[in-house]
């Protein structure tokens, strides 16, 4: 059994049909692209994926349990983890922060043990940190510990919202366009990283982007999303050369 | 390294916050004992503390949680009402420590369960409801107060909420609750000492929580919602914890409100308490807890220094919200600020990049 399987996925807002009839099956370790044009119901798979929507029809199991329409945070737990298109970022706090928020599941106290500094305090946060620390350290982000989020450049605040995923032990990562905004250097540098990432942490990544070569270069597998229908699913090569693809981008524009 | 510092700067924050506080309480104590110490000013110190401990609690909900409630004085109403209750009708049948401790717990136990009653529909929706379901509610418990009679005869409790005659109580019974004249003969409890304690111990409450698990998880919640779900966070338990929280304060500050005094009347506790308080958590500014304490007993004296100009109270107190209201939120006048503020620090530590590069 794969680790995500969705069969006939759909949502409708209103008339109109976000998305329809989407299966999708992802395989333990995997890195796999979603594209589309614009508009096409990428995210809108993610935040079904996500439970910030509910699906109107269809749904989604992960290792074996459904988690069709539960609630994000259930869902994290369950382990979903995701990053934004408009990074949402916790602004006002720091960087090591916006890390520590997402450990909440994995490295608990209780409120007492807070209020009172209890010695389970001092010992967890000390994890915390360490752990924190070590995310930041793999994008690059340890030196910026104790800004705050909202003063980092841009590229850094996509590379945060990854380390803050990451946090929240994945078993599955959603990034959506992880690459928007970026350079051709730091794209470059994303995508080494995104690769180490799945490598050493051994979750499935899926991934939407407009970048092709950023998709091509490192997804194993592609579906591609249009009118919130799938015209087709492959390795890269095989939808680089697929007419139906080439003619959405075509259309789209 | 990093760990270290940032430990040390929240830590020497805090310390700095008790310090001001245990320093205000010495300052008191000095001028008291020389007697230099006005008789007006004397009378509101009990009030101060109140006031610190309303502005911080308040500003849990709005500037840790970043929800805007306005019945803060609500709270302070319930807690106020249930603590008295509790020590006239203990006075004199208990030691009075265990009256007053009895009453202040009373008090915040009482101000926190409708803090839940408020909290649970309210919070479980997303969007600014709070803001209008607590005004409701602070006019409500305003209301309600200042028609409840209630006393107790041989019989046992009578309660109405029309007149004192239709409580049907023997005329040989006690009253509790008057209607609006709400509770009097109060033995008066609440210290200076007594008010710091509980400020000291609001604060430390209060800023653990901020520095904890549970207090980052409520900060995520209000910078941004969906994204403290994505990563697991159950959004209304903690809006739930930060807002009971702070209403369990504000009832243990209306018990020592209330206990100040030899009367209690529903009336004191209405929307412009609501506002004033409010209007201290806007000073100090949002989300500083410190500038609370601050704000809060300063604006407390105010009125009492500015006595020959009462008239124009509210318009001072209006002309220094927007003025300070402009100072901290306005974009060019924070960087304004933050370009002196860098400028002066620059000047005073050599190598001011020492930090970046490290
Ligand atoms: N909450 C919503 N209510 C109504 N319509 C919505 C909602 N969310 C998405 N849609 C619609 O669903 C369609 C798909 O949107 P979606 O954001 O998923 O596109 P996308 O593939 O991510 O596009 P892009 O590449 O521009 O990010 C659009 O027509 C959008 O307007
Ligand atoms: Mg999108």
């Known amino acids: 059994m794969a680790l995500l399987e969705v069969s006939n996925l759909g949502i409708a807002f209103g008339g109109l049909q976000a998305v329809a009839q989407l299966d999708l099956k992802i395989e333990k370790g995997h890195l796999y692209g979603l594209i589309g044009p614009n508009g096409a119901g990428k995210t809108t798979v993610f935040n079904m994926l996500t439970g910030v929507y509910t699906p109107t029809e269809g749904n989604i199991v992960l290792d074996g349990k459904d988690i069709t329409g539960k609630s994000p945070d259930l869902i994290s737990k369950a382990g979903v983890a995701r990053t934004f298109q408009n990074i949402r970022l916790f602004n006002d706090m720091s960087v090591l922060d916006n890390v520590k928020v997402a450990l909440h599941n994995q490295i608990r106290y209780s409120m007492w043990t807070g209020i009172l500094r209890l010695p389970a305090y001092r010992e967890k946060e000390h994890e915390m940190d360490r752990e924190a620390l070590r995310l930041l350290k793999i994008f690059d982000l340890d030196k910026e510990a104790s800004l705050k989020a909202s003063q980092l450049p841009y590229g850094k605040q996509r590379k945060l919202e990854i380390a803050r995923a990451l946090a929240t032990n994945p078993k599955l990562l959603l990034l959506d366009e992880p690459a928007a905004g970026m350079n051709p250097n730091e794209t470059a540098e994303l995508m080494n990283t995104v690769r180490s990432v799945r490598d050493q942490f051994g979750i499935a990544i899926l991934l939407i982007e407009h970048d092709m070569n950023f998709v091509m270069g490192i997804c194993e597998e592609i579906t591609v999303l249009d009118y919130g229908r799938v015209i087709a699913h492959g390795d890269g090569k095989s939808i680089r050369n697929n007419p139906k693809v080439i003619a959405a981008y075509l259309g789209g524009d | ?358």
Not at chain 2, 2 to 29: A, D, E, H, P
Not at chain 2, 108 to 128: E, K
Request: aromatic fraction near 8%.
């Open chain 2, 1 to 358: 390294m990093f760990r270290l510092k940032n430990m040390r700067k929240s830590t020497k924050s805090n310390l700095v916050t008790f310090g001001i506080v245990i320093g205000f309480y010495i300052v008191i104590q000095i001028l008291s004992a020389l007697g230099l110490l006005t008789s007006s000013l004397s009378g509101q110190l009990v009030p101060i503390c109140s006031y610190v401990i309303l502005a911080v609690s308040l500003n849990l909900t709005v500037g840790i949680l970043g929800e805007l409630s306005l019945g803060h004085a609500g709270f302070m109403s319930v807690g106020a009402f249930s603590g008295t209750i509790v020590w006239t009708t203990l006075y004199g049948q208990v030691p009075n420590w265990l009256g007053l401790l009895l009453s202040f717990v009373v008090g915040g136990v009482v101000a926190g369960l409708f803090g839940f009653i408020v909290g649970v529909p309210v919070l479980r929706l997303s969007g600014d409801y709070l803001a209008i379901v607590t005004l409701a509610f602070g006019e409500i418990i305003k209301n309600v107060m200042n028609a409840c009679y209630l006393g107790y005869d041989s019989t046992g409790l009578h309660l109405s909420f029309k007149d004192a005659a239709s409580m049907n109580m023997d005329p040989t019974g006690t009253m509790i609750i008057n209607g609006a004249m709400g509770i009097t003969g109060i033995k008066k409890a609440s210290t200076f000492t007594i008010g710091i304690v509980l400020v000291i111990l609001t604060l430390l409450v209060i800023l653990n929580l901020i520095n904890s698990r549970a207090g980052r998880a409520i900060e995520s919640i209000r910078d941004n919602e969906i994204a403290a779900r994505s990563v697991g966070i159950n959004i209304t338990k903690y809006k739930l914890m930060a807002f009971i929280t702070s209403a369990v304060f504000a009832g243990i500050a209306g018990v020592l409100y209330s206990l100040n005094y030899s009367s209690l009347v529903a009336k004191k506790f209405d929307y412009n308490t609501s506002i004033l308080i409010l209007v201290f958590v806007v000073l100090g500014g949002i989300g500083n807890i410190r500038g609370s304490v601050i704000a809060a007993a300063l604006l407390t004296v105010l009125p009492e220094l500015l006595r020959a100009v009462n008239d124009y109270r509210m318009l001072i107190y209006a002309i220094v919200l927007i003025v300070v209201m402009i100072f901290s939120q306005s974009p060019q006048v924070v960087a304004w600020r933050k370009r002196i503020l860098d400028g002066i620090r620059s000047r005073m530590k050599p190598g001011p990049k020492a930090k970046e590069v490290q």
